[in-house]
């Protein structure tokens, strides 16, 4: 049972256990009618044959206020494209398939390709990028949530209580991200969440010194959760990076462009667990490794935005003092473990610190060797400013591919 602490500026809604997931369903339907639900769903082919997904779709098919579908799908070939538009065929309510790979969506990345505009980084950042101009082009939905497709623990009320914070017609929220904890077969895991993210902001507050910007990035319960829900009119202005600070970089640009009421975090579910990914302890290029990479630079470039200059001395202090206080969390979560009748691998635990300490001076050379390397693929603003009529023609391919291969 969740406590109702409020840490920071950013409101946190908690679930205090007192409601059926009915009666809040019954209040979603209501919503819908003021403003549309819609649902964004990245997802790679792979994903269709995994465990998680069917049961993800057999769930959300049963769900009655959601006005739109968008699913981003990547690495299929044409036959997988059809295979797709069958799996999720099963769902009722009105749902498109953007096919990533497809000849009409390549084209338009090619025609935003030569203009300098499209994302330079194949990955989630630009499957998610793409679903929100089709958004942005459907204009079905007013409030959207975006969930990852590996959820092993799905249920009905993970979708309500994300969307819910921005669906409300009384709430002013923008932007609201899912929290939970990550605790399954007896272990706890978000390993770069607990032991890259969290001691990471800390060191940097003890560098840099007093921040604001950091003092709201560590009211987030999980920063790396890739659920979170926004209203339509966010997605005009919102940078998205396409590496792995995709997380990371969406609540840095919240902070950017909102005031923090208009933020918040809610409690989406009691258990989570996903695909896990390796660590890759020896390949900087692949898994936690690199994504702790991206994560760090993207904290770094943020920074520098705010005025703050690094150098390598800068970064062995943030490494150090990152240590410290990483050690220190493996400590405390041995203890929160062992009290919940839980196991945590020390060896593991170090093992993730050490390299997430190595990848920090690794990000921060990378850094002072290209300072200006950005992977933030441009807001659909400057887009469309650009080309006034790139929604249509997006719009347009979808539902040409839709037409073309949707079995008769
Ligand atoms: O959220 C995280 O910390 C990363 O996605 C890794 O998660 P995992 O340890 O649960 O695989």
């Known amino acids: 049972m969740a406590d109702f602490y409020q840490n920071g500026s950013v409101t946190t809604l908690h679930n205090l256990g007192q409601r059926s997931y009915e009666d809040m369903e019954k209040e979603l339907v209501s919503f819908n009618q003021t403003r549309p639900l819609g649902l964004l769903l990245p997802s790679l082919f792979s994903e269709l044959e995994g465990p998680a997904l069917a049961k993800i779709i057999d769930k959300i098919a049963q769900v009655p206020y959601l006005s739109e579908v968008v699913i981003g799908l990547d690495r299929a070939d044409e036959a997988q494209y059809r295979y797709a538009l069958e799996f999720f065929d099963k769902l009722p309510q009105h749902h498109r398939v953007l096919w990533n790979d497809g000849p009409r969506l390549k084209a338009i990345d090619a025609k935003l ?3 300098g ?4 980084e194949l990955g989630k950042g630009r499957n998610v990028w793409y679903c929100m101009g089709y958004i942005l082009a459907s204009n079905r939905a007013e409030s959207v949530a975006l969930h990852d497709c590996d959820i092993l623990t799905y249920e009905k009320d993970l979708l309500a209580r994300l969307l819910y914070p921005v669906a409300h017609p009384q709430f002013n929220y923008e932007f609201s ?11 706890i895991n978000g390993r770069v969440s607990r032991l890259l993210v969290t001691p990471l902001i800390r060191a940097l507050k003890r560098v840099v010194g007093p ?12 920063p790396l959760a890739g659920e979170f829900s926004f209203r339509r009119d966010v997605l005009n202005d919102l940078r998205i990076p396409s590496d792995w600070g995709l997380e990371i970089g969406v609540l840095s640009e919240m902070h950017r462009n909102y005031a923090t009421n208009r933020i918040c975090q809610v409690d989406i579910a ?4 996903h695909k896990h990914q ?13 994504m702790s990479i991206d994560i760090t630079k993207a904290f770094f470039r943020k920074l520098a935005t705010q005025g703050h200059t690094f150098s390598t001395e800068t970064f062995r202090s943030i490494k150090a003092t990152y240590f410290r206080i990483a050690l220190d969390y493996v400590e405390t979560y041995r203890h929160d473990a062992l009290m919940n009748g839980l196991s945590l691998d020390i060896h ?4 993730a610190v050490e390299m997430f300490a190595k990848n920090i001076m690794n990000a921060g050379q ?8 950005t992977p933030f693929i441009p807001t659909w603003n400057r887009v469309i400013s650009a080309e006034p009529n790139i929604l249509n023609e997006l719009k347009e391919a979808v539902e040409q591919d839709n037409l073309e291969f949707i079995p008769k």
């Open 211 to 222: 921040n604001e910007y950091l003092d709201y990035m560590d009211c987030f319960r999980y």
């Open 366 to 373: 990378t850094f002072l060797e290209n300072p200006m390397e």
């Open 177 to 187: 991200k899912g929290f939970y904890a990550r605790v399954a077969d007896g272990k």
């Open 270 to 273: 009691d258990v989570y667990d």
């Open 278 to 290: 390796d660590l890759s302890l020896d390949n900087a290029e692949a898994g936690l490794s690199k």
């Open 113 to 115: 390709q030569a203009l």
């Open 117 to 120: 505009l499209a994302p330079t």
């Open 348 to 351: 593991n635990e170090e093992a």
